[in-house]
């Protein structure tokens, strides 16, 4: 089985699990999640259900539209039943890294107000501790103007190494849905306390988020090489 299948059979077996009708619905970004939004166009088509859909990006708009499910807000929608959400890396205790693909911050938005957030992956993101697998560092989005004292402040806390993220089909930094700049810290220790971390470097000004998700994730279902789904509570 591929990865693309092993991502399918995560993301249809969380949105079977979780969707209900008359639901308030997070939708999350990545590759992971474009098949959770195919299921759920499905499952509003053939059972008839009413799904309010509250993007997390640009690209979850987008699935959203594309796929003609009711797209909402947080203004009229403050509080979400279940978040479905891709992450880059998940620890033993449910700690998440997330922002690989550039969109954290409204994520994180959406997380925090959501009853549930669910973590949909491939067997490639289930790890004991945060950086066993995911090597490309906790992103940081930042306001453009302080990414070079925010990067040396990280560097002087913790070590490690600090990236501003690069575009591809651009030159210059990558720009986020935001209009923040991205850092890509790459950590060497990796007993840090997370929670802390967390705090400590949501308190540097010019910070506006991290890529890491503490004590926030319900439930992770990780799509396994054979086609069968491992699933891991808090
Ligand atoms: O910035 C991107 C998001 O945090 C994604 O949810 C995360 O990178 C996982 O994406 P994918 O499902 O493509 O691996």
Not at 133 to 147: D, H, L, N, Q, S
Not at 173 to 189: A, C, E, K, R, S
């Given at each position: 089985m591929s990865l693309e299948q092993a991502k399918q059979v995560a993301a249809y077996r969380a949105v079977d699990e979780f969707v209900t009708d008359n639901c308030i619905f997070g939708v999350g970004s990545g590759s992971t999640v474009v098949y959770a939004v195919q299921r759920l166009a499905e499952r509003v088509e053939s059972e008839n259900l009413k799904v309010t859909c509250i993007p997390t990006s640009f690209q979850a708009k987008q699935l959203i539209i594309k796929h003609n499910l009711k797209l909402g807000e947080l203004d009229t929608?403050?509080?979400?039943?279940v978040t479905i959400d891709g992450a880059d890396e998940v620890d033993s205790n449910m700690t998440l890294i997330k922002g690989?693909?550039?969109?954290?911050l409204q994520e994180k938005i959406i997380a925090s107000f959501s009853k549930k957030l669910i973590v949909i992956a491939d067997y490639?993101?289930?790890?004991?501790?945060?950086?066993d697998r995911y090597k490309k560092g906790i992103p940081i989005e930042v306001i453009p103007m302080a990414y070079v004292p925010i990067k040396n402040k990280i560097m002087a806390m913790y070590g490690g190494d600090i990236k501003l993220r690069s575009a591809i089909a651009k030159a210059g930094p990558v720009v986020t849905d935001n209009g923040n700049f991205i850092l890509d810290w790459v950590f060497t220790?990796?007993?840090?306390d997370w929670e802390k971390v967390n705090a400590a470097i949501k308190?540097?000004?010019?910070?506006?988020?991290?890529g890491l998700f503490v004590k926030m994730c319900h439930k992770a279902y990780f799509g396994q090489p054979e086609g069968n789904v491992v699933e891991r509570f808090n």
């Amino acid at each position: 089985m591929s990865l693309e299948q092993a991502k399918q059979v995560a993301a249809y077996r969380a949105v079977d699990e979780f969707v209900t009708d008359n639901c308030i619905f997070g939708v999350g970004s990545g590759s992971t999640v474009v098949y959770a939004v195919q299921r759920l166009a499905e499952r509003v088509e053939s059972e008839n259900l009413k799904v309010t859909c509250i993007p997390t990006s640009f690209q979850a708009k987008q699935l959203i539209i594309k796929h003609n499910l009711k797209l909402g807000e947080l203004d009229t929608n403050p509080i979400i039943d279940v978040t479905i959400d891709g992450a880059d890396e998940v620890d033993s205790n449910m700690t998440l890294i997330k922002g690989g693909g550039g969109c954290l911050l409204q994520e994180k938005i959406i997380a925090s107000f959501s009853k549930k957030l669910i973590v949909i992956a491939d067997y490639t993101k289930d790890s004991v501790k945060l950086g066993d697998r995911y090597k490309k560092g906790i992103p940081i989005e930042v306001i453009p103007m302080a990414y070079v004292p925010i990067k040396n402040k990280i560097m002087a806390m913790y070590g490690g190494d600090i990236k501003l993220r690069s575009a591809i089909a651009k030159a210059g930094p990558v720009v986020t849905d935001n209009g923040n700049f991205i850092l890509d810290w790459v950590f060497t220790n990796q007993d840090l306390d997370w929670e802390k971390v967390n705090a400590a470097i949501k308190m540097i000004p010019g910070v506006v988020e991290i890529g890491l998700f503490v004590k926030m994730c319900h439930k992770a279902y990780f799509g396994q090489p054979e086609g069968n789904v491992v699933e891991r509570f808090n």
